[in-house]
C-alpha cells in the first residue's frame, strides 16, 4: 500500500525527512503550477509552500486528504488562507526564523548602495581607477533611516543600524508604543518618513492595505537622492517602471531588491542595466542557519499536527476548535 504523500515544493533539507517521513513519504515538485499541484494532491496529508508557491483555493480543495499545510517564511500571503480555514486545515509558518538573516541582508543592500560597491566594482575591473576622484562615498553613520514595518525583521534591522550610529523612523499605523520606545525608532507619519530618510527600508507585510503603497506620487515625495530597500514583498511596489523612472529624475539615488512584483522578474527590463541597483533573487532569508530552522519550526509545527496536537506557529488556530464543533473530538484549547 503506497505511504502518504508529504509534498516539498522546491529543494528540502534532510531535517524534512527526520521530522516528517514517520507520517508519510516526503516527496519533492519543482512543477508548481494550479495545475499540476492539483494533479499531486491525491493521497498528499501535507504541503510545504516554499519561496512563492501559491497553494490557491483549487489546489486545497483538491487536497480531500489534506491535514496541514506548512509555509517555510515569516509570511504567508501566498496560501489561501480562507479556503484553508474553511477546510480545517491549519497552516504552520516560521515567523521570525529568517529574521536575522533577512536584516543582516538589510543591512548589506544598504552598505552596498551608501559605498556604491557595484559601481566602484565595475569601475575597478575595467581599469577606470579615476573613478575614487569623481564618485562620492555615503556614510551610515549620522543618516536617517526610515523602516516601513517594525515588525520582527524591522526591529532587528533597526538595533542593528543604530551600531552604525543611524537616526530610525518608522512607520507602523499597528505597533505597540512599548515596542517602538524599545526598538529606539522615532514614530512618524508615511510621508514625513519618506521625506526625511536617506535610506528607506521596506518591512511591511503585503495585504490589501500595503499593496502597491511605493507608488509613482509616494516616490515624488522622497527625500532627493534617497535609497530604497525592499525585501519585504515585492507586492509593496506599484511597479519596477516607478522605481526606474525615480533613478532616472534623481529622486533615488539607488536601489536594493531582493523581491519583485512579478517572480521571476523580467531579466530585460532597464532597471536590471542601472549600475545603481543591486538585485538579488529573492534569497536572504536563505541563509545556512536561518533555513536549517526555518524547516525546523514549520515541520515541527506540521508533526504536531499530524500526531493529533496543537502547534503554537499556526496561522489559524480557530480550525482546531471548529474541528472539536465539527467532529466532537477532545482537544485541548487556550483560554480565550
Known sequence: MRKARILVTGPTLPIVEELLSPFGQVEVTRETDEQSLIALMKGTIAVIARGMTQISEHVIHAGTDLRVIGRTGSGYDSIDLEAATGRCIPVVYAPG???????????????????????????TANGHWEAR?????????????G?????????????????????????????????IEHSGAELVQ??????????????????KETRGMINRERLGR???????INLARGGLLESLDVLDESLDRGRLSAV???????????????????????????????????????????????????????????????VFRARYLTQSRTVPMDDD
Open 222 to 228: 522622497v527625500k532627493q537622492g534617497a535609497v530604497l
Open 97 to 123: 526564523a529568517g529574521a536575522r538573516a533577512v536584516a543582516e541582508g538589510t543591512l548589506c543592500m544598504i552598505l552596498a548602495c551608501a559605498k556604491r560597491l557595484k559601481e566602484f566594482d565595475l569601475k
Open 256 to 318: 536594493g531588491l531582493d523581491v519583485y512584483p512579478e517572480e521571476p522578474p523580467d531579466p530585460s527590463h532597464p532597471i536590471f542595466r542601472r549600475p545603481n541597483v543591486i538585485c538579488t533573487p529573492h534569497v536572504m532569508a536563505l541563509s545556512r542557519r536561518a533555513a536549517q530552522t526555518t524547516f525546523a519550526v514549520v515541520c515541527e509545527g506540521m508533526a504536531a499536527v499530524l500526531a493529533g496536537k496543537i502547534p503554537e506557529n499556526v496561522v489559524n488556530p480557530e
Open 133 to 145: 576622484e569623481t564618485f562620492a562615498l555615503g556614510d551610515l553613520e549620522g543618516a536617517v533611516l
Open 190 to 207: 508615511l510621508d514625513e518618513l519618506l521625506a526625511k530618510s536617506d535610506f528607506i527600508s521596506l518591512h511591511a507585510p503585503s495585504n
Open 147 to 179: 523602516i516601513i514595518g517594525l515588525g520582527r525583521i524591522g526591529r532587528e534591522v533597526a538595533r542593528l543600524a543604530r551600531c552604525f550610529g543611524m537616526r530610525i523612523l518608522t512607520y507602523d499605523p499597528l505597533i505597540s508604543p512599548e515596542t
